[in-house]
């Protein structure tokens, strides 16, 4: 069975090399000419204007359609004149901005390369729309849900938000051949059964609950084959497929149902790398898609090879592991014990700190760390609270051989700690604390 999978493997790595543009060469693109310059979560309305207006001003496409919750103003931008229809749209959740500037550069470096043969016969093949920013207010506020406190993604059917029906609006009026529904995923998901993160999940979208399949369904497997493998070639080993449980009220699966067969894109997170390499992945992701139905190509994937994809797995993966910590309890100063601690950050923008809460704690505890850190030797006390799961990871550490009163009210002050650990990083001490 592996050599066969190994086969059909070898056989898309032939068929990948027969494309006008390679997936090197489209990041190649990205890095020359890309035109987002903020990192995604720091995005607001205001710097989507920006973009939108450079849009223009290269010609290209982009009409207000509608007006959020707060009278923000939702746009849809436009290229290309094929026959194929395809929609695509991002920030239905204000906190999953990733696949935002990626639309923006993609739409920016077509239209700067249409001189292009490879561009040529996208142009002349699809219809892109898409709507980059669904829901601006929750944008503005960095929270997932719009001004009304709905989810926007659970609203596909009862329609009381004004972007839910803009959204179902836009698709009827048109009846788009392939829709994109862009997303971000749990950064600390992982690709299967590993202990690597899912930085980029697909998903084929049912458009029912018994899971027909179809033509339009079919074709988009072969997509996603395709995408996959156009990224695999940075980041082996870090796709994911995403859960395909039906969702009566999600707007994917209602895409789909409607007769719009939809992809889910999840971006996840890629430790070491910042949010503008996911960007790119992104927007490599999305130009093979386009090339491989402009040239054809995609008819020689198989649907085989998006099943193949591992499926997302949660709960093996937190931000930060402090493994051999001797935990006190300083209601005493008594209660010593060996444990591992597992911190998880909190989804904020970029530019502002970011927090962590002990998610684990215990007797050498499974999960894997981003980050590890071996505390042997040191006793570790909560900054402000005590440690257990749900506390704030604010950590003191104190070498073991030290004389210190745990019960002192102005610990810190009175005995300072030889290293602390504070809004997700180290701000003393660091060299001291092995990491793993």
Same mark, same amino acid.
């Given at each position: ?13 032939? *068929? ?11 990041? =190649? ?85 249409? =001189? ?87 998903? *084929? ?232």
């Amino acid at each position: 069975m592996k050599f066969a999978q190994f086969l059909v493997f070898a056989l898309i790595i032939c *068929v990948m090399q027969t494309f006008s543009q390679t997936p090197v060469e489209l990041a =190649d693109i990205w890095e020359k000419e890309h035109v987002s310059d903020k990192l995604p979560s720091n995005v607001r309305h205001r710097d989507l204007l920006k973009y939108l207006e450079s849009l223009r001003q290269a010609g290209i496409k982009v009409d207000e359609v509608g007006r959020s919750n707060a009278n923000r103003e939702i746009f849809q931008v436009q290229w290309g004149r094929g026959p194929l229809r395809v929609f695509m749209w991002s920030q239905m959740h204000g906190d999953e901005p990733t696949a935002t500037p990626a639309v923006i550069d993609m739409f920016s470096i077509l239209q700067k390369n249409r =001189d292009k043969d490879w561009v040529k016969r996208i142009e002349e093949t699809v219809t892109i729309r898409a709507v980059p920013m669904l829901n601006p207010d929750g944008a503005e506020l960095f929270i997932r849900r719009n001004l009304q406190g709905i989810d926007i993604n659970r609203d596909a059917t009862d329609l009381k938000t004004p972007e839910a029906r803009l959204l179902k609006q836009l698709r009827d009026a048109w009846q788009p051949a392939i829709g994109f529904n862009l997303h971000n995923q749990n950064a600390l998901t992982a690709a299967g059964t590993t202990d690597r993160q899912a930085a980029i999940s697909f998903l *084929v979208v049912f458009g029912d609950e018994a899971k027909t399949t179809s033509d339009g369904h079919e074709r988009n497997k072969r997509l996603v084959a395709a995408m996959t493998l156009a990224i695999e070639q940075f980041i082996p080993g870090y796709v994911g497929r995403y859960d395909d449980e039906w969702t009566r009220n999600a707007f994917g699966d209602n895409f789909s149902a409607w007769g719009t067969p939809t992809i889910l894109i999840e971006t996840g997170g890629l430790h070491s790398k910042d949010e503008m390499f996911l960007v790119k992945m992104n927007f490599v992701a999305f130009l093979t898609a386009f090339k491989s139905l402009a040239d054809g190509t995609e008819k020689n994937f198989s649907p085989i090879n998006y099943d193949m994809i591992p499926r997302n797995v949660g709960g093996r993966l937190v931000d930060v592991v402090i493994r051999n910590a001797t935990v006190v309890d300083r209601s005493n100063g008594n209660g010593r014990v060996i444990a591992d601690i597992g911190l998880v950050k909190e989804r904020r923008r970029a530019e502002f700190s970011t927090p962590t809460t002990i998610r684990r704690l215990g007797e050498q505890i499974s999960v894997r760390g981003l980050d590890e850190y071996d505390a042997t030797g040191f006793v570790v006390v909560g900054r402000f609270q005590a440690i257990r799961p749900g506390s704030p990871g604010e950590l003191l550490f104190y070498r073991i051989d030290r004389n210190v009163d745990w019960t002192s009210a102005n610990l810190e002050t009175d005995f300072p700690p030889d290293a602390i650990f504070s809004l997700g990083q180290w701000i003393k001490g660091e060299e001291l604390i092995k990491k793993k």
